[in-house]
C-alpha cells in the first residue's frame, strides 16, 4: 500500500553546508498495517513523514501510495491526494485556533470535497467530544485538542494514517488514551497507521516497530 525507494531529502545549514536529512533505500506497509518507527528527536522522522504525506518533496526517489506515485505529483495534486488518502496527526496538533471542533473536522472534510456533518459530529462523539461541538481550541485541554486532531485526521476515510509523536505532549494517561483510540479507530476505518515516537510505553502497544536509524541511512550523518 505504501512503498518508498531510494527516497532523499537534504537541507541547507545556516553555515551553507549541504546537510543529508533523509535517505531511505526501501520501506513499505501493507494494506492495514499497524507500524511504529523508533528514533531519537532530530533523526529525520519528521521531514519522512513530511515526504510520504506531499507535504515535502523528495530531493531524489519515489513514494507510492496504491500505486500512485506523490512524490512525481505537482503541488494542487499532492495536496488532493493527502486530502482524500493520508490522514495526518501532528504532534503540535496544528487545529484552527479561529474555528471550533466541529468546524475543524469539516474543513479537512471540505478540502476534500466531502463535507459531512453528520459523519464529522460521529467522530467527535467518537472520540469523546459530542459535548464540545461547539468548543474552540483554547478552550479545550491538551488531550482533547489532540482528539479533535484524531477525528480530523479519519474524517475522509483515509487508507493510510501517519502519527508524528501522537502522545509527545500528553501525560501518561491522556496518552495512551489518545493511542488507543488511533489505533481502534484506524482499525475501524481499516486504515494502515505508521507512528514515530521515541517513547518506550507507547512503541510496546505495537508488534512491528523498526529502528528508523537503521532505515535511514542519513543518520549516521547527523550530529550526535
Known sequence: ?????RLRKAFTSPEGALSPVVDVEDFQINERDHVALRG??????????NLI??????????????GQVISDLN??????????????????????????????VLLAMTFA???????????????GLGQRLGHRPRQLSTGQQQRVAVARALANRPILV????????LDSGNGHEVLELLRDTCRENEAALLLVSHDRD???????V?????????CSALPQ
Not at 531519537?40 to 513523514?49: E, N
Not at 504525506?53 to 496504491?66: F, K, T
Not at 501517519?162 to 505532549?169: I, L, Q, R, S
Not at 507507547?202 to 512491528?208: A, C, I, N, R, W
Request: net charge negative.
Open 40 to 49: 531519537d528527536s532530530g533523526s529525520g522522522k519528521t521531514t519522512f513523514l
Open 53 to 66: 504525506a506531499g507535504i515535502l518533496r523528495p530531493d531524489a526517489g519515489r513514494v507510492a501510495i496504491q
Open 1 to 5: 500500500m505504501l512503498e518508498v525507494s
Open 202 to 208: 507507547v512503541l510496546s502497544e505495537f508488534d512491528d
Open 210 to 218: 523498526r529502528d528508523f536509524h537503521q532505515i535511514n541511512r542519513a
Open 162 to 169: 501517519v502519527a508524528d509523536e501522537p502522545t509527545g505532549n
Open 113 to 127: 470535497g466531502r463535507a459531512d456533518r453528520s459523519r464529522a459530529e460521529a467522530l467527535l462523539r467518537r472520540v
Open 75 to 104: 503541488e494542487a495534486a499532492r495536496d488532493r491526494l493527502r486530502a482524500t488518502a493520508i490522514g495526518y496527526v501532528f504532534q503540535t496538533f496544528n487545529l484552527l485556533q479561529g474555528y471550533t471542533c466541529l468546524e475543524n
